[in-house]
């Protein structure tokens, strides 16, 4: 008996430590699983990356009897651009405000003219854009986009007569599309057949002088008084998106977008109680306008903006821009500021350019949230 008790208690004692050391195998097993997963939970967090740009742009020139003449001239313009990412995982929201205002003075007929009373503008811009993208396989994303677009004050065209052509929310632009994304490292192609329009025209005056920018009137709104202030477009977009270094300290920035309307093509038709003006101006066979080529060229918006910069500093760079639009729905003027009908109801191609030296205060603020 007392040999057998003996044998237990020395299995006992044996089997201890190897139950021992079974337990301290476990421990970094449980301990690496614990590590992960709390990896695992800071990753579903996500991360916002962050840049707000501030510029501010001046140029300015005096004369005072100076012999090879010439106008003494004030130009400041502010803008700002700031890009807000939130990435987590497969899926990305991006944030950008791009915001310029600029005003211009300049001396025309040599004899001091307030100030005041010869200001005008030389850029007016609000644009901001959300988009919301799932990955799907390698550059291939799914998006949901918002874009808004309108200007801070009131717009002229300048000739004999001054004509106000635009104002805030006058016109002002509300894209919104589902579709997809092409993405690269430093370009990127969004395609969408689904895109919806909302053209604002909130001015009465404007509708009345003929800016209507496409939001469409009843035939008696002059004699009435009643105006429509938006317009909703079903069309096709497409941009284009590329930003890129290509020389040292040297950067090209293009964008193009393209928006055909769906719907613009029932405009010409005659309805009940609304037509299109394009009728009232000699475009009263709809036959002429089922043709594709003028389907295309004339209920088709586009835009393009080229830039050029050359970083010296951090805080100081030299610019040249182009940008040109054709807007189908917008109402031109002539060189002495009268309103040309015809050409303004065929939309018409704008251009502005600009370059100079711009400075700039950088703010990038990258952080987890």
Partial sequence: MKKIVLASLLMMAVSMPLYAQEETEAAPVQDAAEQAAEESSVKTKGEWTTSSTPQ???????????????????????AFNGTYKYVNGKNIWDNIVDLAFGIHWQDLDGKNT????????????????????????KSWNVNAMANFKTQFYKGYQYGEDTVLISNIMAPAYLTTALGFEYKREWWNVSLSFLTGRTTFVCSDSLIKNGYNYGVIQDTDYLTTGHYRHAYFGLGSYVKFYMKKDIAKNLNLYVRAELFYDYMKRSNLQRESGVRYELISNGYKDWNYGKKLGYCLYHEMDFDLEVRLEYRFSSWLAAYAGFQMRYDSDFRSVDEWGHNVTNKGAMGSLQFFQSAGLQI??????????
Avoid: H, M, Q, V
């Fill in 56 to 78: 501010l742009k001046i140029d300015e020139a005096y004369y005072n009897n100076w012999s090879a003449a010439g106008n003494a001239r004030l130009a400041i313009t502010g």
């Fill in 114 to 137: 307030p100030l005041l009373e010869s200001l005008r503008k030389n850029e007016d811009k609000i644009d901001l854009t959300s988009t919301y993208s799932r990955a799907l396989k």
């Fill in 360 to 369: 700039y205060f950088n703010w990038k603020t990258p952080k987890e949230a």
